[in-house]
């Protein structure tokens, strides 16, 4: 592993047949089944069901980048020909091809998904030629693939077709000669013969491994999931029932001799390797053996067990680490990419990305205060206009001040009343004025209450000229209606009624003057003068109501 391989796209393994769809990564593998329409396309419930489940599976996270998946497709519909060119440049043979394959095949080149390989391999026996160019070409309606691309694509993944066949045939060993292999499938059966390690025909069988299945069942009187099991579990060397062995054998050798007449039809070589879940079947290489009989040797390709796992797909493994990740054989589906190996590594495109991050990073502060600057303008200005608005913030607060400076003890007077009043007190009115006027209308028991209480207020501090200027009792004699006037006192003597001057601090400030220079208390009005403001002047419309208790 170099140290820019982690920049490579993973490779994904795929092989799409007839009635399944495997798939193989590095961290495991996976099988689905497949859903066909009467024309052999995948259903559209299908499409949707393949989709979720493969992204289910590759956990692909959208930073990372596509990864490859080599596809190997089945070979219903795909035609092989080997065809022989004069040697020429790359654009020229494309060009050649192109004429060669519409007079080999019945649809133009357009219609079709082709590629080639070269051939290198030639029989001893052959006499030398003129030197030209052996190629095997494969084609297949170009439609088919669009769907697997699109599905693929769909699932983030970058799609590259082969033939399953081709893949196949990379497993079997060099020297081999003239052999054919045979992969048998769920219900039909792939054969691909090859001379001299030159690919010949591809054909398709309507035979699998559920026409064996039928046939135990048929034979033993089994249900088709008992059939299956038997089948794939059976060992003739340790059955414990001789005649339960003997009649399954029997019904395997007589499905057997179906599927050797259709191999004669088609091929009469001398060995044969068969792979497929159905293979596995102990003892199955030597019945087919013996089926076709003519002294054919069959041998049975061993693969490694599980999900995902298959002959097309270890052979694309195999294929992939002898020629640099390349398959045997590319589809394309755009003739323009033809040329263009499908294979080479995107390192560039990588390096381009990190040069590109490093530009931006080296860039990020200078583009940040760019960005940045009309919000710092705005936040700028805010400041300045706040900064503006202090010496008027200073004003209001100073005048504020010195409305809590000077503001009329009205919670204090009520309290020391409050706490004069003897038991029984019934506080009929109260008005206080904020020059300091008092004046209460009160119910007490007798005339003793009333002079405690008019004696407590003259004791406190708080109040100057305490007078009771009205005694009235009332019509049942039970009470006695007093009315008292009195005078707040200045500033440090209600003070220090209140226990605030224990020493009284001077504050600082506007507030020290109005708490040690109190505005002077205006004299009473009398009826031929009007009343002198006093400091600072008051709004008579501004006075509070009298305040009537509850």
Known sequence: MTPLDFLNPPLIFLEIGHSSLKALTRDGGLELPLDRAEDGRLTTACRQQLADDLRRFLQRKSW????????????????????????????????????QIESEFPLPPEDLAWGYCPLDSKPPSQTPVPPAQALLVAAVKREVLEDYSQLLVGCGLQPVFTLGALARQSLCPASAGSYAVLDIGRRDSELITCEHGVPGNVRVFPWGGEDLTRAIASRLGLGRDEAEDLKLRFDPLSAADGAAARKLETAIQAELQGLALRLRASWSGPRLFVCGKTSRLRGFAAWLARALGAGVECQRIALTPGDGCSAAILGLQQSCERNGGHPPLVLQLRKEKATEPLTQPMRWKWVALAASLLLASLALPYLEALARQPGLARELAAARSARDRLSVIDRELSFFDYLKANQPPYLD??????????????????????????????????????????????????????????????????????????????????????????????????????????????????????????????????????????
Do not use: Y
């Open 64 to 99: 990372q980048p596509r990864p490859r998946a080599l596809c190997a497709i089945g070979a219903r519909g795909v035609s092989l020909r080997c065809l022989s060119l004069p040697p020429s440049g790359r654009e020229e043979l494309q060009r050649l091809l192109a004429l």
């Open 413 to 550: 007077a009520m309290a020391i009343i409050a706490n004069a009043a003897p038991p029984g007190t019934r506080l009929e009115s109260l008005t206080m004025s904020r020059r300091g006027d008092l004046s209460l209308r009160a119910a007490l028991r007798d005339s003793q209450q009333v002079v405690e209480l008019r004696s407590k207020l003259a004791a406190s501090p708080f109040f100057s000229s305490v007078v009771a200027e009205e005694q009235t009792p009332t019509p049942d004699r039970q009470k006695v209606i007093v009315r008292i006037s009195a005078q707040w006192n200045p500033l440090p003597a209600r003070a220090a009624a209140a226990g605030e001057l224990a020493p009284l601090t001077p504050p600082t400030g506007p507030a020290t003057n109005a708490m040690t220079n109190p505005p002077p208390v205006a004299p009473r009005p009398s009826a031929s003068a009007p009343p002198q403001p006093s400091a600072p002047p008051a709004n008579p419309a501004h006075e509070p109501p009298a305040q009537q208790p509850h």
